[in-house]
């Protein structure tokens, strides 16, 4: 029985996906009207760009779709079809599914786009599986453009909604290089959730945006394009991906091409502008986007409110974000004016030709009194919540239990604390340590009604974990499932599999990893490399690598640099330089440059396998990457310049110490102080003094042995003056460039 709650009544105006009428080649575009239907068929057809007409069809309500059909002898399959399309207009999803899986041929378009519809309009985890599994069908058969421009949309629409946003992102791509122009809101929901995600989120959401939008600059006429033009909520999509990346000029961009284009920003456009101000460490401008709002007579809103707390909140300014709390519980309408005062600072003109452009008001800050407030605004929950955030990241666990009996006491029934609250609490004392008083108040929770969720439970979950408590994480799994009825997610796995790591137990890790993946949860990159962790401190690159190949082979994960950096750990753990080498030389083919931990990694298992001649080599090519060059010299091709850590250096200086590659310690030595790392001089001199003390002191070395160490035996007067032990530069300058004309290339090994 199909259970999916019925869609909403057909309108023939409020369609956000209407069916795809005409077909016609780009060069070939020309207005028609909204009945008529062409369909043109082909053997190969060439790529072409849909136009789509408004019509009466409504893809969002499969019971009000029109389609386009063509005329069949009647068959048994044309009585297949006819069955299965009279089940879907009854919207019997169930019985049609069941019917379309005894199918043996395929069914035809009408009733393909159809089912895949009803079934993404559902928007459940079995649904959209389905649905999938008729994509993967007519993609292995070649047949994906039986499908119309509405199902793939609405399908792309679930599949972001679901999490599975590559995915979505994938269709999208696909529906362009088909020639289909997606509506609006479907791209524009994939674009908001890439923008939103991690890793090259962001970027996939400009680039896909840009792709999208380059086709629809191709037809003159704009309102054959109408449905997929960029609207407001499309815009505020793709400039959040501009602020999550902090990229000014390319939010300035897109904002003026929204503004040309009639798409008007609203209140949650200069929200985004808020998150952009906070990224590039503009906080004097944080008021002037609170001004330009009351300025344009835009509705203020609560999130306005909150997006500034949570500002001020990151820039660690808890001094402002208490100021604009009380004033808001004070009833007070002169918000702007407060921050003005507090605002007197200004941290320079960081590109400030930019922001004179998205906020005007700024420039003449001086010439015009702060607006007020349309009206005052109490904080609610989510205020006080973002607050309590403040005082827990900076260790204040007694303020934010104190706001907490206050929030309590309040009377608006909107600022009374909620499930966000309570696990804000709780996770500022798993922080501090406190694991028994935040089980009190998990306890608390459930005495007065506010259930705990999964995000409660896992922040406890941590807790145990680091003070290696893994049998009270272990139980606080069971009663999570056993008495709440909370399935634990990929989160909670992966805090038990890095428990696992932290108590040297690389069985358990592989045991939680496995039960992860039978339960049908979805590994995420965390996941992968956490494991990798596991074996390789446990010494097992092998398998390390196995499951670094299984992340590979996972379309849902992007290998990023920290896997890499994991692979190549667990080989230098062995000592197994050629190896790791050859890992690096891979993470290079496929585009990543080794990093700071990559080359600390190495540095280790150089020292590991006493190669000193490795550490050469790897010195050569640190040195190389921390010059700064000149902007001419930089090509895309070129890594990006290195600023070494303490570890590295320290490590690489104690190879060549012990190598008596003092020549090769020196340049290390002045690298550490240049980038302000003091370096253990007393370390190096308890090994010079334990190696290297009676070097040179042989009175029965022939001359010629003399004269080719000479040039090690510079080197070395010129580090034992260094470390301030006797030598032959008493007493005059030194230098370690060649004397007398003596010039010396490197340490030999």
Known sequence: ?????????????????????????????SPLPSSTIITTFTSKPPRQFVVLVQSTADHTNPTS????????????????????????????????????????????????????????????????????????????????H????????????????????????????????????????????????????????????LKLFDSVTRRIHRFTDATLVADSRPDTAAYNAVLNACANLGDTKRFLQVFEEMTQLGAEPDVLTYNV??????RVDRKDLLVFVLERILDKGIQLCMTTLHSLVAAYVGFGDLETAEKLVQAMREGRQDLCKILRDVNSENPGNNEGYIFDKLLPNSVERNNSEPPLLPKAYAPDSRIYTTLMKGYMKEGRVTDTVRMLEAMRHQDDSTSQPDHVTYTTVVSALVKAGSMDRARQVLAEM??????????????????????????KAKELVREMVDDEGIVPDVVSYNTLIDGCILVDDSAGALAYFNEMRARGIAPTKISYTTLMKAFALSGQPKLANKVFDEMLRDPRVKVDLVAWNMLVEAHCRLGLVEEAKKTVQRMRENGFYPNVATYGSLANGIALARKPGEALLLWNEV??????KEEGEISKSSPPPLKPDEGLLDTLADICVRAAFFRKALEIVACMEENGIPPNKSKYTRIYVEMHSRMFTSKHASKARQDRRSERKRAAEAFKFWLGLPNSYYGSEWRLEPIDGDDYASDSV
Not at 192 to 203: F, Q
Not at 446 to 471: F, S
Not at 623 to 628: A, M, Q, S
């Open 146 to 205: 039986r499908l119309d421009a509405n199902s793939l949309g609405l399908l792309a629409v679930s599949a972001a909604k679901a999490g599975h946003t590559l995915y979505a992102a994938s269709l999208i791509k696909s529906m362009l290089r088909s020639g289909y122009l997606p509506h609006v809101k479907a791209w524009s929901a994939v674009v908001s959730r890439l923008a939103a995600s991690g890793d090259d989120g962001p970027l996939e959401a």
């Open 65 to 144: 779709v029109s389609f386009i059909t063509t005329t069949t002898a009647t068959t048994p399959h044309h009585s297949l079809n006819q069955t299965l399309l009279t089940l879907l207009r009854q919207r019997k999803t169930e019985e049609a599914w069941l019917t379309y899986v005894q199918c043996t041929q395929l069914p035809n378009p009408t009733c393909l786009s159809r089912l895949v519809s009803q079934l993404s309009y559902q928007n459940t985890h079995q649904a959209l599986t389905r649905a999938q599994s008729i994509i993967q069908r007519l993609r292995n058969e070649r047949q994906l």
């Open 1 to 29: 029985m199909n259970t999916a709650k019925p869609p909403p009544p057909p309108s023939s105006t409020s369609s956000p996906f209407p069916i795809l009428q005409t077909l016609t080649p780009l060069h070939r575009v």
């Open 623 to 628: 040195k190389e990457r921390c010059v700064v």
């Open 446 to 471: 459930t005495r007065i009604g506010v259930p705990a969720n999964r995000v409660t439970y896992n922040i406890l979950l941590k807790g145990y974990c680091e003070q290696l408590q893994i049998d």
């Open 273 to 278: 502008m808020i998150k952009l101000c906070a």
